[in-house]
């Protein structure tokens, strides 16, 4: 695990410490479902990486459509989804997370009767955003990090520190969509934030992990 030591940490932060990140996002649900559902008729093969140590993690079938994917932007993403891309780059803090292999920002769509072992964040430098677009109308499904259980509500982003054990289960007929994505810790100051990247950009270099 990549630890930075001095941030603090909770299972569920309050929405009210990202005002203007959850003002953004409700604001412009309906856009970003919109270029969702685009993008889903224009390239419906997920790019979740089925060798990837995740697949161990999940059974039934989840699907990524990733913006961020292990740090990297991609280029097709925001080709077909614009708004979206401008929504999560808007983000003044904190920020995007990108630049680390542990970095991601994907529509994650979790079909019917699918569900998410138990498993922790490999690093304490990021916390995740969950923004539920669509939902399914009735059953079971929600996620329950360290001890608390959580129930997406459609248009309610809900903040969590991911380094705590946590599971995720959908356990109804219907698709649940949400727009996942990671944000830098807001206690990381600009310098370690660049100094952060700048190691894993000469970890890359100098091949210790894959580009």
């Known amino acids: 695990m990549f630890f930075f030591p001095g941030l603090n940490t909770q299972p569920v932060w309050s929405n009210d410490l990202f005002p203007d990140i959850v003002q953004t996002l409700k604001e412009n649900k309906s856009v970003i479902l919109a270029e969702y559902q685009t993008l889903l008729k224009n390239c419906p093969k997920s790019d979740y990486e089925v060798e990837d140590q995740h697949k161990r993690l999940h059974q039934g079938n989840w699907d990524w459509h990733s913006y961020v994917l292990k740090g990297n932007r991609q280029a097709d993403f925001a080709v077909h989804c614009p708004q979206t891309v401008s929504i999560l780059e808007s983000f003044q803090f904190p920020r995007l ?29 990021r916390l995740r955003c969950h923004f539920p677009l669509l939902l399914p109308k009735e059953g079971d499904l929600g996620i329950r990090i360290a001890d608390k259980t959580v129930r997406w509500q459609e248009g309610e982003p809900i903040f969590f520190d991911d380094c705590y054990d946590h599971e995720v289960w959908n356990k109804t007929n219907e698709s649940r969509v949400i727009l996942l994505f990671d944000l830098w810790h807001p206690e990381l100051v600009p310098d370690e934030i660049v100094a952060i990247q700048a190691m894993f950009d000469e970890a890359k270099s100098k091949g210790w992990l894959k580009k």
């Open 97 to 125: 997370m990108t630049g680390t292999p542990f970095s991601f920002a994907f529509f994650s769509t979790m079909h019917p009767n699918t569900s998410i072992n138990s498993h922790s964040s490999p690093c304490n430098l």
